[in-house]
C-alpha cells in the first residue's frame, strides 16, 4: 500500500519547475471567451511549445519549462493576438473581432469532468481511466451521485432508478437490468446523465429520478475503428475483449459493435443466525463463471435535410455458472454439521430492436418523432444442490429446481416538440406491452431418481399494458425567471395468473404525475432551481416471479407475484455558485413501499424465507454539496458530500415483528485526477468513496470505504491508451448487514471480491479528416460550430 502511494507521489513530484503566466481573454464588451487557444511558442524558431484553453469564464494558466517566450492567443472570429509577457501575472486580454467572412470550423474542446444542467448532472465519461477497458455497470459505480450495490442502482440520498440508453428506457431491472448493462463496453458511452426530477416527457417509472447513458455517435464525413481489452486479476481472472467501428459520410451513419467477456467472479459469505434453540454459523463461497458474448448495430439516413431514420439493434448470448461450497456449524454442544454443495448454469439471450424517425417540422424547431420498440429477454436457469448433514440426525437431501423466463416487451411513442414566440411546448403518448412466462419446476434426487414436487413447482405468466399521454409547457418570465410544468397520464393495466395454484391476480389503475420546475438566475455567479415530481416504481419481472432459489434444503428466497407499485413524491431545492459550488436539499415521500422481508424461524425446523411484500411507508431527506475545484492546471477534484436520514413506517396492518431503525448517515465521494506531463500523455486518476454505519427501515448496516487508484497512459499521438487501475485497496467495500426478527439476530456478511488490478488497452484508427477546416484544442468529440 505504501509502495503504491509513494510511486503516485513520486509521478506528481516528478512533473519540472518552470514559469506559469496566467491571464483573462475578454471581447470588446467585457464578455469573457471561453474556449479560446492560448499557445507558448520559442521566439528562436517560433516552434510550439505548449498549448491550453481558456475556462468557461475566460481564465487561462500556461506552464512552459523555457523562458525566450512569446504567447499567441486566438479564437474563431477574432484577430489572433501575440503577446511577449514581461511578467507572470498578464492581467485582462482583449480579443477584437475579425472583419472576414468565416468558413464553417469546428472546434474541439475538452468539457469538465462534471457539468450541472438545470434539470441534470452530466458525467463526461470519455478521457477518464472508468471509460476504458470496462462496461456500462463499471462507469455508473465511477459516476458521482450514483450507488451501484450488487443488483440495485441508485442516486445517493434516494432509492432505486430507473435507466435509460440514448434516451430511451430499458425495461428491465435488477439482475436482469445489471447483465443488459454489462453488454455495453465503457468505451462507447459518450457520457451519463443523472436525472433527479425528471419531465413529464418521461416516464414515471423509477421512484427517485433517471440515469440516461449516452453513447458514442460517427463522426462527420469519418470512419474510425477502435480495438479494446483487458485483463481483470482478483480471486479469478477475467478477460473483456471488444471491437467498435464508426462509418459516417453525407447522409448515412453505421455504428457497429462486439464484444467479449470471459472468466470468472467470486463472492464470499457468512451468516450467524441466533436460533433461541442453537445458534448456527454458515460460510458460503461463490464462484460465478462469466460468458457473455454481445453486440451493437445502428444505422442512421437522413432522408432530406429535415428528416432522419435509423434503425439499432442490440443483442447479447450469456453463458453463466455459479459453483457454490458452504459449511453451516450448529452450536448444539455436539459439533453439528452440514455441507452444503450447489452448481447453477444460467442461459441469457438478450434481443433489442429500435427503429426511429425524425421529422424537422419547419425552421422554428418543431420537430417530430416516432419510436417502435421491440425487447425479448429468454432465461433458462438451472440449479442442482446438496446438502448432508453430520453428527447429529444424521441425514443427506440433494434436489434440482430450474425455471425458464421469457419475456417480450412492445412500445410504440409518438412526441412533439413545438416552441412558439409565447411558450416552448412539448406533448405525445406513448403505449407500452409487456409479457412474461415463467416456468418453474423442483425435483427431489436424493434417491438418485429425480422426483417431481408440485408443492414447490409453479407456471406463472405475467401481463402488462401501460397507455400514456404528456405535455410540458416552458417558458422564461423576464430575463431572470425560468418556468416548466408538465403533466403525464398512465393508465396501467396487469395480470398474473398462477397456473399451477390456480390463482389470477388482475389489477388496473390510473395515474396523475404532475412536474414543476421553477428557475432563477440573478447574476452569473448564481443560480436556483426548484423541482417537484411524482414517481412510480413497479416491481422487477424478477421479484413479481415466484421462482425460489434454495440456500440449503429448507431455507429459500422467492418472489411475489402479487407485488403492487409504489408511490414517491420528489422535491428538491438547489443552489449553484459559480459552477463550482453545488448545494441540494431534497425531501421526498414513498407510499406502499416494497422490500424483502427476511423471516428467521425456530420451530419444527430452522430456516430462513426471503421473500417480498408492500409493507411501509418513509420519508427522505438530506444535503448534498458537490465542490468542482482545479487546484491548478494539471489537477482536477471534484468532491460530494451527502447528509441523509430515512424514517419507515409500517403500512396499516401490517408488522414484520421487527423494530423500524433510523438514522442520519453521511456519504462522501472524493474524485482526483492529476495530469503528470506537460503533454497530458499520463494521467493518474484517485476515487475515494466512504459512506457511514446506516440504521434503514429494520436493518443495520456497516460503513463502507472504497478507495480505487488509476494510471493512464495515452501513446502512438494518443491512438493507444493503456490504462492501469487498482480497484478497492482497502478491501473495505465488504457489507455487513444485522437485523432482528421474530426476535432472532441475524448477522449478514457479503464481499463480491472487489479488489482487483485491472490492465486495459484500447487502440483506435481510421480516417478522421473532415471536409472542413478544424482546429485542435482538446480531446473530445463534442464539436461547437461558430459561424458569422
Known amino acids: 500500500m505504501k509502495s503504491i502511494a509513494t510511486l503516485l507521489i513520486t509521478f506528481v513530484c516528478s512533473i519540472s519547475f518552470g514559469q506559469t503566466f496566467t491571464g483573462k481573454i475578454i471581447d470588446k464588451q467585457n464578455q469573457p471567451i471561453s474556449f479560446a487557444n492560448i499557445v507558448a511558442k520559442d521566439k528562436a524558431d517560433n516552434s510550439l511549445i505548449t498549448g491550453v484553453i481558456s475556462s468557461e469564464n475566460g481564465d487561462f494558466s500556461i506552464k512552459t519549462k523555457k523562458e525566450n517566450v512569446y504567447l499567441e492567443i486566438s479564437f474563431v472570429g477574432f484577430v489572433t493576438k501575440k503577446i511577449d509577457p514581461i511578467q507572470l501575472i498578464i492581467g485582462t486580454i482583449v480579443l477584437e473581432e475579425d472583419g472576414q467572412e468565416l468558413q464553417e470550423v469546428v472546434i474541439n474542446a475538452r468539457k469538465k469532468l462534471i457539468e450541472q444542467k438545470v434539470d441534470r448532472l452530466v458525467f463526461n465519461l470519455e478521457n477518464t481511466v472508468a471509460g476504458k477497458g470496462g462496461t456500462a455497470i463499471e462507469a455508473l459505480k465511477a459516476t458521482p451521485s450514483v450507488n451501484v450495490d450488487t443488483d440495485n442502482i441508485a442516486i445517493v440520498g434516494k432509492g432505486s432508478v430507473r435507466v435509460m440508453v440514448n434516451d430511451r428506457i430499458v425495461q428491465l431491472s435488477g439482475s436482469e437490468l445489471n447483465a443488459y448493462l454489462n453488454t455495453i463496453a ?320 388482475i389489477n388496473s389503475y390510473n395515474k396523475f404525475f404532475p412536474s414543476i420546475f421553477l428557475g432563477y438566475t440573478p447574476s452569473k455567479k448564481n443560480m436556483f432551481n426548484l423541482s417537484y415530481s411524482r414517481r412510480i416504481q413497479r416491481p422487477s419481472f424478477e421479484v413479481l416471479n415466484p421462482f425460489r432459489f434454495y440456500i440449503n434444503p429448507i431455507s429459500y428466497q422467492e418472489g411475489n407475484p402479487f407485488l403492487k407499485p409504489q408511490i414517491s413524491d420528489n422535491l428538491e431545492l438547489k443552489h449553484i455558485y459559480k459552477g463550482k459550488l453545488i448545494t441540494k436539499v431534497f425531501a421526498s415521500y414513498v407510499d406502499n413501499g416494497y422490500f424483502n422481508i427476511i423471516k428467521a424461524e425456530d420451530d419444527a425446523q430452522q430456516r430462513i424465507v426471503i421473500t417480498f411484500d408492500n409493507f411501509y411507508t418513509a420519508y427522505n431527506y438530506g444535503l448534498t454539496e458537490t465542490f468542482l475545484y482545479n487546484p491548478t492546471t494539471w489537477w482536477n477534484t471534484t468532491t460530494q458530500a451527502t447528509l441523509s436520514k430515512m424514517d419507515t413506517r409500517y403500512k396499516s396492518g401490517f408488522n414484520l415483528n421487527a423494530e423500524l431503525l433510523s438514522k442520519w448517515n453521511f456519504q462522501l465521494y472524493n474524485r482526483n485526477t492529476f495530469h503528470l506531463n506537460e503533454e497530458k500523455t499520463i494521467q493518474a486518476e484517485t476515487t475515494l468513496i466512504y459512506a457511514s454505519p446506516q440504521k434503514l427501515m429494520y436493518f443495520s448496516i456497516s460503513e463502507m470505504v472504497s478507495l480505487d487508484l488509476g494510471l493512464k497512459f495515452s501513446l502512438l499521438d494518443k491512438k493507444l491508451n493503456c490504462t492501469v487501475a487498482v480497484n478497492d485497496i482497502l478491501k473495505r467495500k465488504a457489507t455487513e448487514v444485522n437485523t432482528k426478527t421474530n426476535g432472532i439476530n441475524q448477522n449478514y456478511y457479503n464481499y463480491f471480491d472487489t479488489r482487483s488490478v485491472k490492465i486495459s488497452l484500447n487502440y483506435s484508427f481510421g480516417n478522421k479528416k473532415i471536409k472542413v477546416n478544424q482546429r485542435n484544442s482538446g480531446n473530445e468529440e463534442e464539436q461547437i460550430r461558430a459561424k458569422k
Open 186 to 505: 465503457s468505451d462507447d458511452i459518450k457520457n451519463i446523465e443523472v436525472i433527479t426530477t425528471p419531465p413529464s416527457k418521461y416516464d414515471a417509472e423509477g421512484n427517485s429520478g433517471l440515469i440516461n447513458i449516452v453513447l458514442k455517435k460517427s463522426k462527420e464525413n469519418s470512419w474510425n475503428n477502435q480495438l479494446r481489452t483487458s485483463y481483470t486479476q482478483a480471486t479469478y481472472p477475467l478477460f473483456n475483449f471488444g471491437n467498435t467501428f464508426n462509418y459516417s459520410k453525407s447522409k448515412i451513419s453505421v455504428i457497429a459493435s462486439l464484444n467479449k467477456t470471459k472468466g470468472h467472479t467470486a463472492q464470499f459469505n457468512e451468516f450467524n443466525i441466533n436460533y433461541p434453540s442453537a445458534s448456527t454459523v454458515t460460510n458460503l463461497d461463490m464462484k460465478n463463471k462469466e460468458n457473455i458474448t454481445s453486440g451493437r448495430l445502428g444505422v442512421d439516413y437522413n432522408l432530406t435535410n429535415k428528416a432522419t431514420v435509423g434503425i439499432s439493434y442490440a443483442g447479447s448470448f450469456e453463458n453463466k455458472g455459479i459453483i457454490d461450497d458452504g459449511i453451516t456449524f450448529t452450536n448444539d454442544n455436539n459439533g453439528t454439521f452440514t455441507v452444503n454443495k450447489g452448481y447453477a448454469e444460467t442461459t441469457n439471450k438478450n434481443h433489442s430492436i429500435n427503429a426511429h424517425y425524425i421529422q424537422k417540422l419547419d425552421t422554428l424547431g418543431r420537430k417530430l418523432s416516432i419510436d417502435i420498440d421491440y425487447f425479448n429477454f429468454n432465461n433458462y436457469f438451472n440449479r442442482s444442490f446438496s446438502s448432508e448433514q453430520f453428527i447429529t440426525n444424521q441425514n443427506y437431501f440433494e434436489a434440482k429446481n430450474s425455471t425458464h423466463q421469457n419475456l417480450k416487451n412492445y412500445s410504440g411513442r409518438l412526441d412533439i416538440e413545438h416552441p412558439s414566440k409565447w411558450a416552448n411546448f412539448s406533448y405525445g403518448v406513448k403505449t407500452t406491452i409487456t409479457k412474461t412466462d415463467s416456468d418453474v419446476a423442483f425435483y427431489n434426487t436424493s434417491t438418485g431418481t429425480p422426483i417431481f414436487d408440485p408443492t414447490q413447482s409453479n407456471e406463472f405468466t405475467y401481463s402488462e399494458n401501460i397507455n400514456a399521454v404528456y405535455a410540458d409547457m416552458s417558458k422564461p418570465l423576464g430575463e431572470k425567471w425560468q418556468t416548466k410544468i408538465g403533466l403525464r397520464f398512465e393508465n396501467t393495466q396487469t395480470k398474473g395468473v398462477s397456473k399451477t395454484n390456480s390463482q389470477t391476480n
